[in-house]
């Protein structure tokens, strides 16, 4: 017998909101037209001052900080983070390398912390409620990434992080995640309890969203996309189905579904109040 519509709650996230206009369209269309609840914003993006906009025009959308500490743009100048980022300001993109540098060099680690605490306070300036705090390509789960968010985030209201706990981890995963969930629930910071996306990332079309409703678990989970107006927003995202990702969240289909489950939906807040 599947869980009951009163023991399930369901986050369904758009990440990487200011990334492009693009993608803040997108998600200000999913968000009216749609399903979408809940948006991850990366403050030093390119669009993120139309995101902000877009954003406080819909105060039920919840929108939580997109932390980004790989393949992006800094906050900081590079004169504050030489270490962190190229002649242009950007991080880079061996994840390995990196969060070995995290971890050895008490030079970078400081740098690292200047740059989170920059990025909440680049959030709370836009006046927006913060829902829940995640990074790009799931680099909280790097033990000093996650220290440092959980440090710096207390003073700027964190109540919620998303766990990257997918369907089926990898076994490598697996202990990362457990000790991710205890170091969650002893700082007293709310998560999710399944994920859905990581499998399936730029490739959540309206069938897989719908299988995905029809097996979805107990607790509450978040399912998060990358939807956008158009494709090839990024190099690194080149494959992903930006397009059917938002046809998704405006599917009839999937919303009908959604109704007949009765499941409670929001983003972290409405979950896990302040």
Do not use: C
């Not at 990025?119 to 680099?139: E, I, P, R, S």
């Not at 710096?152 to 202990?175: H, N, S, T």
């Not at 995640?177 to 910071?189: E, T």
Request: glycine share 8%; no cysteine.
């Amino acid at each position: 017998m599947p869980p009951s519509s009163a023991s399930r709650g369901l986050i369904v996230t758009a990440d990487d909101f200011g990334l492009h206009e693009a993608v803040n369209e997108a998600v200000e269309r999913a968000h009216r037209e749609g399903v979408l609840t809940a948006a991850s914003l990366m403050v030093g993006a390119p669009a993120a001052a139309n995101a902000i906009d877009r954003a406080r025009r819909m105060p039920n959308l919840r929108v939580g900080l997109h932390v980004v500490l790989v393949d992006g743009a800094a906050v900081l100048p590079r004169s504050e983070i030489p270490d962190l980022v190229d002649a242009e300001g950007r991080f880079g993109r061996r994840m390995v390398l990196e969060g070995l540098r995290f971890f050895f060099l008490p030079q970078v680690r400081r740098q690292l912390a200047a740059e989170i605490e920059a990025q909440f306070a680049a959030f709370q300036a836009t006046g927006l409620a913060l829902d829940h705090v995640n990074a790009h390509k799931h680099f909280h789960l790097h033990p000093t990434v996650l220290s440092l968010i959980l440090s710096i985030g207390r003073d700027f209201g964190l109540g919620a992080m998303r766990l990257p706990a997918g369907e089926k981890p990898q076994v490598w995963l697996r202990p990362w995640l457990s000790l991710m969930r205890r170091r969650l629930d002893r700082a007293r910071v709310a998560h999710n309890d399944r994920i859905f996306g990581i499998e399936q990332s730029g490739a959540m079309d309206e069938a897989t969203l719908l299988a995905v409703l029809d097996r979805l678990p107990d607790g509450v989970t978040e399912i998060y996309l990358h939807p956008a107006t158009r494709l090839g927003i990024t190099r690194a995202m080149a494959a992903y189905r930006h397009t059917d990702e938002l046809a998704a969240l405006l599917s009839p289909r999937v919303s009908a579904a959604l109704d007949r489950l009765g499941v409670r939906r929001g983003g972290f807040m409405d979950f896990w109040p302040a």
